[in-house]
C-alpha cells in the first residue's frame, strides 16, 4: 500500500460524483472565438520544470466510454503498470510538489508515481478532465446515435462543439490558463502534474501559445510524460517556455494507436542523427562514439515498421546514421524480426541542411539560444524548413514510401519541420527542444494532405542508460 503524503485540498466544495448529464462544473464560456496566440500572465524570478503526466489506462478507457469529468472509472490492471513505468521513469527526480486532479483514475495514478516522496501533494479541481456534459458515460457508438450533429462536430471541430448549451473546449483553455497561474505562482523549481488527455493537452497548448484550434493535435496517451520549462525573462514579463518533451510513453511511440479518434495511415519518423564530437565545428563532423550507440539503438526501435524510405540532410552524422538504419533493416530476416526480405531506398535533401545557417548566428549553441537568434537567420531557417516540409509531404502523398517515412537530420531541422507542421510562426522554434538520438512521431491520420497530429517529440526511452533523463535539471 502506497504511503501518502501530505496532502493539501484547494479544489471547491462541491462532490466530485456526478451523473452523466450533470457536471458540477457549470461556469458559461465566453463564446467569442478564441485568439490563436496566447500568453501566461505568471511571472518568474527562477527557472522551473514541469512535468506533466496523463492518468494510466481506466476502466471507460477500455470500454470505449466517454468520461470526461465524471469520477466512475478506475485504473485497469494495465492502467497501474503503465503508472508504475511512469514512476520509474520519474524515480531519481527530487520533485518539489504533485499538482493532481482528485478524479480517482488521476489521484491513484498520482500516489503510484509519488511513492513514499515526502514532498507536498496539492488537489486541484481545475485539473480534472474535460466536461462533457450529456456525452458523459456514453459509449462512442450511442454518442453518435443519440447526437448525430453535435457528435459530428466533437469529432471534426471540437474548438467549436457545443452541447447543452456549453462550449466544452473553450472552457477547458480557460481553465488551463488559471491552472498554470497557481503551479507557477508555487514556490518550487521541480513539478509535478498529474491528470488527464485533454486538460493535459490544453496546458501544453497554452503553456506554448496555442489556441484551441490545437486540440487533438498534441497527442497525450496514457501515462505519457511530457516536459515544460519556464525561463524568467529579464524584463520581468511572462516566462520564455520550452516544451522539452511531449508524450514520452510507457511502450514504444511506433507501436499504434490513434490520433484523435483515427487511425494515422502514414507517418514521418523524425530521427535526430547521432551526437558529434563538436557540432558547433565549421567541419561537417561524423559521429563519435556515443552517436554510433545512438544510431544503432534507434535502428533497433525501428524494426517495429517496415521502413522503406529514409531522407536525411547531407551532413555525414546524417548520412551515417541513415546508413545504420537502412542495414539493421535490410538484415531483419537474419535477426529473427520476419522472413520477408526489406529493401530501404535512401534520397539526401538539401532542404534539410541547416548547419551553414546556424554557423553565421554565431550563437552559443546552449538550451534556449534557438529564441536567440536574430531576424535574418530565423527568416533563412523557416524558408528552407518550409521548401522541406511540402517536398517531404509530396513524396509521401505521390511515392511509393509505405505508411512511415525516416527523416534524419540534425534537432535544428527537425525542430523547423514540427513548428511548419503546426502551421506557427517562424519565431517560435525556441519553444521545442530536442536531444541528439531522439525520435519525433507525426501522424497524419487523414493522409499527409490534412494537417498532422504530434504523438511523441524527443522520445528517448530507447536510448536505455545512453537517454538524457527525462528530469534534467533546467
Not at 238 to 246: F, K, M, Q, Y
Not at 402 to 430: F, R, T, Y
Request: glycine share 6%; net charge positive; aromatic share 6%.
Amino acid at each position: 500500500m502506497v504511503s501518502l503524503p501530505h496532502i493539501t485540498a484547494i479544489s471547491p466544495n462541491r462532490s466530485l460524483l456526478r451523473s452523466f448529464n450533470r457536471p458540477v462544473y457549470t461556469r458559461r464560456h465566453d463564446q467569442r472565438k478564441e485568439r490563436t496566440t496566447m500568453s501566461l500572465s505568471s511571472s518568474l524570478t527562477t527557472a522551473k520544470r514541469v512535468v506533466l503526466v496523463r492518468h494510466g489506462q481506466s476502466t471507460w478507457n477500455e470500454e470505449g466510454r466517454i468520461q470526461g469529468s465524471s469520477d466512475f472509472s478506475v485504473l485497469t490492471n494495465k492502467g497501474e503498470s503503465q503508472a508504475d513505468i511512469s514512476r520509474q521513469m520519474l524515480i531519481n527526480d527530487s520533485f518539489d510538489v504533485c499538482f493532481t486532479s482528485p478524479l480517482k483514475r488521476s489521484k491513484k495514478t498520482a500516489e503510484i508515481i509519488w511513492g513514499s516522496r515526502e514532498a507536498e501533494m496539492i488537489f486541484n479541481y481545475d485539473l480534472r478532465e474535460i466536461d462533457l456534459y450529456s456525452f458523459q458515460g456514453l459509449l462512442k457508438k450511442e454518442g453518435k446515435s443519440k447526437f448525430g450533429e453535435a457528435f459530428r462536430q466533437w469529432q471534426e471541430d471540437p474548438a467549436n462543439f457545443v452541447i447543452d448549451g456549453h462550449y466544452p473546449v473553450r472552457e477547458l483553455w480557460s481553465r488551463a490558463r488559471s491552472c498554470w497561474n497557481g503551479v507557477l505562482a508555487h514556490e518550487s523549481n521541480s513539478v509535478l502534474v498529474v491528470a488527464h488527455n485533454a486538460v493535459n493537452q490544453a496546458l501544453v497548448s497554452t503553456a506554448i501559445g496555442l489556441g484551441t484550434e490545437y486540440f487533438r493535435r498534441l497527442l497525450q496517451s496514457n501515462c505519457g510524460v511530457s516536459v515544460l520549462d519556464f525561463t524568467p525573462r529579464a524584463d520581468g514579463g511572462s516566462p520564455h517556455v520550452c516544451l522539452n518533451r511531449l508524450n514520452q510513453t510507457p511502450s514504444s511511440p511506433l507501436a499504434g494507436g490513434s490520433s484523435g479518434g483515427k487511425k494515422a495511415s502514414k507517418q514521418i519518423i523524425l530521427v535526430c542523427h547521432g551526437q558529434s564530437d563538436n557540432e558547433a565545428s565549421t567541419n561537417d563532423q561524423p559521429m563519435n562514439m556515443l552517436g554510433v550507440i545512438q544510431s544503432q539503438k534507434t535502428a533497433e526501435l525501428l524494426l517495429d515498421l517496415r521502413v522503406t524510405s529514409i531522407v536525411c540532410s547531407s551532413t555525414t552524422a546524417s548520412i551515417e546514421t541513415a546508413g545504420v538504419i537502412s542495414r539493421v533493416q535490410e538484415a531483419a530476416g537474419y535477426l529473427g524480426v520476419d522472413s520477408v526480405p526489406r529493401y530501404v531506398n535512401t534520397k539526401q535533401m538539401n532542404e534539410l541542411d541547416v548547419e551553414d545557417v546556424i554557423l553565421k548566428s554565431n550563437k552559443d549553441t546552449q538550451r534556449g539560444w534557438l529564441s536567440q537568434l536574430d531576424e535574418e537567420t530565423v527568416s533563412t531557417l523557416w524558408n528552407r524548413s518550409k521548401k522541406a516540409w511540402k517536398s517531404l509531404l509530396d513524396k509521401l502523398s505521390n511515392e511509393d514510401t509505405g505508411d512511415a517515412m525516416v527523416v534524419v537530420g540534425s534537432s535544428v531541422a527537425h525542430i523547423s519541420l514540427i513548428a511548419q507542421c503546426l502551421n506557427l510562426e517562424k519565431k517560435c522554434p525556441g519553444l521545442f527542444h530536442l536531444d541528439a538520438g531522439s525520435i519525433s512521431v507525426i501522424d497524419f491520420p487523414d493522409g499527409p494532405i490534412q494537417r498532422g497530429v504530434i504523438r511523441c517529440t524527443n522520445y528517448t526511452a530507447h536510448l536505455g542508460r545512453w537517454s538524457v533523463p527525462i528530469t534534467r535539471p533546467v
